[in-house]
């Protein structure tokens, strides 16, 4: 029986979920409360968005069973793909002109 991995539990609750393109889902700091104070703006600005790229290796490494790596892997090769595809459809049309 192999090794469980551990998920960092304080990782766990900052971060909500992966999404079906890999993108791991998170909360905007500094508007948990106090936001009567802030301002229309910055009310609305209170929700969630997605960690940097610059980012997404480290917090992937706290969050073993998010598989938020493989799922971003899989929606790459498929853009890539599509990209392909419509690179060799374009193609054939002119050549059929």
């Known amino acids: 029986m192999g090794y469980k991995l551990k998920t960092k539990k304080a990782a766990a609750k900052r971060f909500s979920k992966s999404t079906a393109s890999g993108k791991i889902k998170r909360g905007i700091q500094g508007h948990g409360h106090f936001l009567s104070k802030m301002g229309q703006k910055a009310y609305a600005l209170a929700g969630s968005t ?33 990209k392909a595809r419509m690179a060799n459809e374009t193609t054939a049309k002119k050549e059929a002109k």
Do not use: G
């Open 50 to 82: 997605f960690v940097s790229d610059a980012d997404f290796d480290r917090v992937d490494a706290m969050l073993p069973y998010f598989n938020a790596k493989r799922k971003r892997t899989r929606a790459l090769k498929a853009a890539l793909a599509r």
